[in-house]
């Protein structure tokens, strides 16, 4: 049914959409006409939040979830690596024992929804906007700020309990971005991944040829920063939300593939669209409920600018 | 006609399902406890039932007290129906309240107050701030106390909940 409806939107003005929107609520076909809007808005979501390309989003079934004897609330639980070490010895000496621990924590989860929105039929029909749009623009956007928010705080939490140790100040220039690596070697952690406001992020169109060469510089010339898309090797994760994440400043996490050094994005359902029609009353918004959490504190450095 | 330039909305949540004549309200919480150094979102210690009001500050959810209610410029309270001591509280710490128009059974009352004194009718307000039962409700002592709303006609269940009758725009 969405393949349908997505096939037919591009020859149909956005009148026509929003009247077969109403249309398929008039004859019932509520799901119809949420199906194809989910479709849609998935898409859209993967695109824009920003901790999604940091930690990705992975569904989580019902027999997953972790049960609690206190609560009815789901939670998973993740084991972590246990730490262990080896020891230089004699012929006749062993190595000591251990009984082994492996410390684990756990993602909670919470629902994330949009405002509900309500109109009347035939206001709706006034539109000559596409209705799609509007879901997208007011409801998806919205709770993938969310997401970035949450994920904005968690990240602040850590960087501010780490004392210093997680932070390296200096201007943008290889120098700090080396300091931050090195920062995170030291730790003994990987590098993975890059995030920085776009805002931020033009701020490499000044590097000199003689710092990145002719061809780089060349390209950022012809083409703008948008072609490039790592530095020094580092994957960068641009984002427009200057309004969550501090402009100045970026952060190195670590990766999460092949093996997980960072944390867990855990998805109980994700974002869908519901819709309802009472009498000539149409309601509809978007909820997901989701739960993530940063189980290696130490993988993440943080770069303050000036 | 500049309907659709104006601002004004009504911005009303849906009503709870089990107090439909409630005003929901979603607080953030004051200073709440921060991840925990394992990964693990660390509880909080606003459970339901503990009446709330807002830090004048910055409008995030604290221990309601009588302390700073005056008759000139009372004070809002809400109860808690939804604390943060639970998962999805713990994660990010931010409850959901409901204002008046609901009948609920709670054991965030004083119990250290003799159980004649929340007979059916009684008034309750709330306690004083920095001791022992603010955010707990508690018989009406003086007429310059809020008035959170009125022990219902089961008095105390005999699992030692208290019945509540809570109006909405019951303060005063």
């Known amino acids: 049914m969405g393949n349908e409806y997505q096939v037919e939107v591009p020859e149909a003005t956005a ?5 077969s929107f109403v249309q398929k609520l008039d004859e019932g076909r509520v799901k119809e006409a949420a199906d194809a809007s989910t479709a849609f808005i998935r898409e859209k979501l993967r695109q824009e939040a920003a901790v999604r390309e940091i930690l990705a989003p992975e569904g989580i079934s019902e027999e997953e979830i972790d049960r609690d004897e206190n609560t009815d609330q789901p939670k998973k639980i993740i084991d972590k690596e246990p730490d262990s070490y080896a020891t230089y010895v004699q012929f006749q000496g062993t190595g000591p024992r251990t009984w082994f621990k492996g410390p684990r924590y756990a993602i909670y989860f919470g629902k994330i929804e949009s405002q509900r929105f309500t109109k009347n039929k035939w ?3 006034s539109y000559t906007s596409d209705i799609r749009k509007i879901l997208s623009d007011n409801s998806v956007k919205d709770m993938a700020d969310e997401e970035d928010r949450y994920f904005n705080h968690l990240v602040a939490d850590i960087i501010t309990a780490a004392a210093g140790a997680q932070t390296t100040n200096g201007p943008f220039q290889s120098a700090t971005f080396k300091s931050a690596m090195q920062s995170m070697l030291s730790r003994r952690r990987p590098i993975g991944k890059m995030l920085m406001t776009k805002e931020r992020y033009f701020d490499a169109i000044d590097f000199p040829a003689t710092t990145v060469g002719d061809n780089v510089a060349q390209r950022h010339f012809d083409e703008g920063i948008e072609a490039t898309e790592k530095l020094w090797g580092l994957p960068v994760v641009t984002t427009i939300k200057s309004y969550i994440y501090d402009p100045n400043k970026a952060w190195i996490f ?3 593939k092949p093996n997980n050094f960072l944390g867990n994005f855990y998805l109980l359902q994700d974002a869908t669209l519901f819709i309802k029609q009472e009498a000539d009353v149409i309601m509809f918004w978007s909820y997901e409920a989701l739960g993530m959490g940063i189980g290696n504190r130490q993988s993440m450095q943080e770069i303050v600018f000036p | 006609m500049t309907d659709l330039n104006s601002l004004f909305d009504i911005v009303t949540r849906d009503p ?5 004549a409630g005003l929901m309200v979603i607080l953030d919480v004051k200073n709440p406890p921060a991840v925990g150094a394992g990964g693990t979102p660390t509880p909080g210690t606003i459970e339901r039932g503990h009446v709330l009001m807002m830090d ?5 959810a604290i221990l309601g007290d009588s302390t700073g209610h005056i008759a000139t410029d009372p004070q809002f309270y809400v109860y808690c129906v939804d604390g943060d001591t639970d998962y999805d509280g713990a994660l990010m710490h ?3 309240c409901i204002e008046g128009g609901m009948q609920l059974k709670t054991d965030k ?3 250290t107050i003799a159980a004649v004194n ?5 008034s309750l307000t709330v306690g004083t701030a920095g001791g022992s039962n603010d955010g707990l409700l508690i018989p009406l002592t003086g007429a310059t106390e809020p008035i959170l709303g009125w022990v219902g006609p089961d008095g105390i269940h005999s699992d030692g909940t208290l019945d509540v009758l809570v109006p909405q725009g019951r303060s005063r």
């Open chain 1, 15 to 19: 009148q026509f959409i929003n009247r």
């Open chain 1, 123 to 125: 206001e709706l029909m």
């Open chain 1, 254 to 256: 670590s990766p999460q």
């Open chain 2, 16 to 20: 709870h399902p089990n107090a439909l």
């Open chain 2, 56 to 60: 004048p500050a910055d409008g995030r």
């Open chain 2, 94 to 96: 931010r409850v959901t």
């Open chain 2, 109 to 111: 009352y004083d119990t």
């Open chain 2, 118 to 122: 929340y007979h059916p009718g009684a």
